[in-house]
């Protein structure tokens, strides 16, 4: 078992050196995420470094049953990551790989070393939320936002990461933002990496499903904290042409009265 990032929040806070993991996702096809959670985290007095070496944690390899090739990630990782006093990343789903199949690949691999390794990163690793609300200590991060929102807790974020009411609780404290309860919001939006493609069918379903209840509240922004699962749902919006548009939790928060999304 991995230690959980709550072990070491006295050891972090405001003045800390972060790194930022954008995750290999975003940094491909959504860069304003992480653009975003820099302005947020440089806004509240933390000095955030992208280290350059970074690439994807793995998850994707071993969520398909390639498990030795994920292997070579997770050195990177920590070779990249482990002298930072926290890493925070925007995608709760790679946060949650990153605290727990990183040690079972290491204990697979039969290397000790890199699971203590692992496992003393991994508890210095955190979601936005996380790091906002746990470390920082800070629900209202300054952001203003007049619009109707609702909010998609992920599969991953709300199950593996457990990251809980915290991003619900960043965006009520968000200025001018009206906040709606999500009907059935903890049911799969239907994407599930892979599963999406090899089970098309039941994924269109599940999404179909989903945007039904985001349109039963009359948002007209549909907030996640994984760009994978906004996609997934955002198809269905755009094909319906619900007028509902998507929006990562860290655009929102990074939006200010003076340049408002």
Known sequence: MTATPMTELSQVGKGVTVALFAACYNDTMWP????????????????????????????????????????????????????????????????????????????????????????????????????????????????????????HPTCHSLRVAGVGDRPQRLLKAVRGLTFVELPHQQECCGFGGTFSLKNSDVSIAMATDKVRHVRETGAEVLVAGDNMCLMNMGGVLSRQRAGVRTLHLAEVLASTEEDPA
Request: proline share 4%; hydrophobic share 45%.
């Open 32 to 151: 304003g995420t992480p653009i975003a959670t820099v302005k947020v985290l440089e806004r509240l007095g933390c000095r955030v470094e992208f280290p350059r070496k970074q690439t994807c944690c793995g998850q994707i390899f071993t969520n398909t049953g390639y498990a030795a090739e994920a292997v070579p990630l997770v050195r990177g990782f920590v070779d990249t990551f482990a002298a930072y006093d926290a890493v925070v990343a925007p995608t709760g789903s790679c946060v949650g790989a990153i605290r727990h199949q990183h040690h079972d690949l290491a204990a697979r691999e039969g290397d000790a070393a890199l699971g203590r390794r692992v496992d003393a990163l991994s508890a210095k690793v955190f979601d936005l939320s996380e790091f906002l609300v746990d470390v920082l200590g800070v629900t209202d991060v300054g952001a203003y936002f007049p619009h109707r929102v609702t909010f």
